[in-house]
């Protein structure tokens, strides 16, 4: 939000109250600092040969971003390596400043779309490592998302059995942008672990699946790829509602993350009617499809929209449910949200206190 700092907290919005962060991005401060995790065959593999990734462009971003490794200006630390790989400054900058009492890290390493699903595997497997290595094993109030192969599904689930029952990680981490559809049934078995393990799903927006980042192709502007992730967002939502995967994983939690929010009743609107017309073609689902997105789907409020009425935000919130929405900075990217000016509308203190602590301890389990 390029505004937000200016605007001052709303009456009663400043109450001080413990924070649970769902959007942390750590990052490597040398490509080399995950050598200790790799085995010697994939580090020799990556000095030949690099890492070949779904995306039309080697080794570059299709699109300038707005801020350098998309990050405030201000998240640069002092010691050097970029944004995210300080763990002293990151306690500096949020931890202690936000009193966060738990933060999620979302490593966002295009490292499980590599073409080669090996590699991908060996990467994911050594991303997790470094995460409780370099940050969790370092700082008892973080937690690591599981880096998963996804398009391996068979890898997927064996690197999700290593890690379940490990209390540094919190989640299994997916990304919005995937070769096909994510309720298709062949990433099924990742569901069924993450069920079997009561793990929630951390669905990120982003991701390099070799498609162009809107249904129509390529624009032009930065500014257009960066709202295009949303949609990438609301098309895996239809899918895995659409596929059945709720009907046949009822306990599955999908959290998205900073994929907005606002879209999310309207999507659930549409999804009814076309079901109460087309619902032969989908007799799997026994109910209509904003049902499962009340019941399995949570949402992060990062980056949060932001419209002329703020009491249409409460609506929209109201929509999705209270106790489905959880708060998020995305420290340390460029649109980061502080937590004392990121709500435009006033929430009560029983809405903050679910928001802000309450909503992410329970769906990740950290009471």
Known sequence: MSEILERPPSTGQATKLRIIDSDIHPTLRLES???PFLPARWRQHIAEYGKLGHGPYAKRNTYPRFQPALSRRDAWPPSGGPPG??????RAQLLD??????????????????RNLELAAALCGAINDWQVATFTSREKRLRASILIPFEDPKAAVAEIEKRAGDRNF???????????????PRYWPIFEAAAHYNLPIGMHIGGEAGHAPTASGWPSFYIEDHHGL???MQCQATSMVLEGVFERFPTLRIIM????????????WRLDRNWRKMRSEVPHLKRPPSDYMRQNFWVSTQPMEEPENPEDLRRILSWIGWDRVL???DYPHWDFDDPRYAFPCQLTEAERRAIFRGNAEKVYRLD
Request: hydrophobic letters at 40%; zero cysteines.
């Open 170 to 184: 919190a989640q299994i981490q997916l990304t919005s942008r995937s070769t096909e559809p994510l309720g298709r």
């Open 257 to 268: 993350i900073e994929g907005g929010l606002a879209w999310i009743p309207s999507l659930g």
């Open 327 to 329: 708060f998020a900075t």
């Open 97 to 114: 400043l936000y009193d966060i009492e738990y933060g999620i890290l979302e490593p966002l390493m295009p490292s499980n779309l590599v």
């Open 230 to 232: 949303i949609h990438s």
């Open 85 to 90: 790989s300080d763990l002293d400054f990151m």
């Open 33 to 35: 600092d995950l050598d």
